[in-house]
């Protein structure tokens, strides 16, 4: 079956540090990537997204790039705020059937000033 | 545009009384639904998911159920509540096919005591 893995949280970061959460997947066929972000006491909302190999996804800073030939999509910002503290989540959508999404378990994010 | 909307945001309830949560979507039509619930610190499991109306498939044996009344309308429900029912739980809806993500609502935090 399809799965997703991600780096073990959580990590701590100052304020302005380079930040990268890996993920890596295993899936049939051609999945679409995603990264989504939860905010304490909030639902996840999409951060940015690829659908196909060598797909690069940015959004606020942040960037993945799909790489299939690693099978990975991590997550990558140059510099980090206070704000950005949140949970992570790397999730995949493989084609056909009902748009099931398979997430990663999600990794803590604390930036400190 | 299209939102979602998940009542009530927390909920406090005692062991053995019954459950019922919904979620409204706006702004979409015929859109795949989802009910996820999410364990303190731990990732999202899939409960339910439906792609219509009255269309109802389950992931995991539970003591909680799912009904989808009207096209846009998602109910999760329970006819007695267990300690172990305690968590965040996640409506999401999604339109289109698989690179397409999901979209999720703000959660409802239940605390069965």
């Known amino acids: 079956g399809n799965s997703v893995t991600q780096m073990e949280g959580p990590v701590t970061l100052s304020e302005e540090a380079f930040l990268t959460i890996n993920c890596t997947y295993t899936a049939t066929g051609y999945p679409s990537l995603f990264w989504y972000v939860q905010y304490p006491g909030e639902g996840l909302q999409l951060l940015l997204k690829a659908t196909k190999a060598d797909d690069k996804g940015s959004n606020k800073g942040f960037e993945a790039t799909y790489r299939k030939e690693t099978t990975s999509f991590h997550l990558e910002k140059g510099s980090v705020q206070v704000s950005d503290s949140a949970v992570y989540f790397c999730?995949?959508?493989?084609?056909?059937?009902?748009?099931?999404?398979?997430f990663g378990t999600g990794t803590k994010l604390q930036v400190i000033p | 545009s299209q939102t979602i909307h998940q009542w009530p945001a927390t909920l406090v309830q005692p062991v053995g009384s019954p459950l019922s949560l919904e979620c409204t979507v706006e702004?979409?039509?015929?859109?795949?639904l989802y009910w996820y619930r999410q364990a303190a610190g731990r990732g999202l499991q899939l409960l339910f998911y439906?792609?219509?109306?009255?269309?109802i498939s389950s992931e995991v044996p539970q003591n909680l159920s799912a009904s989808r009344p009207q096209d846009r309308q998602f109910i999760l429900s329970s006819k007695k509540l267990l300690l172990s029912d305690s968590g965040f739980y996640l409506c999401?809806?999604?339109?289109?096919?698989?690179?397409?993500?999901?979209?999720f609502g703000d959660g409802t935090r239940l605390s069965i005591l």
């Open positions: 999401a809806w999604s339109v289109g096919s698989s690179n397409q993500p999901q979209h």
């Open positions: 439906s792609v219509g109306i009255g269309q």
């Open positions: 702004g979409t039509s015929n859109p795949n």
């Open positions: 999730a995949l959508s493989a084609p056909g059937g009902y748009q099931k999404v398979t």
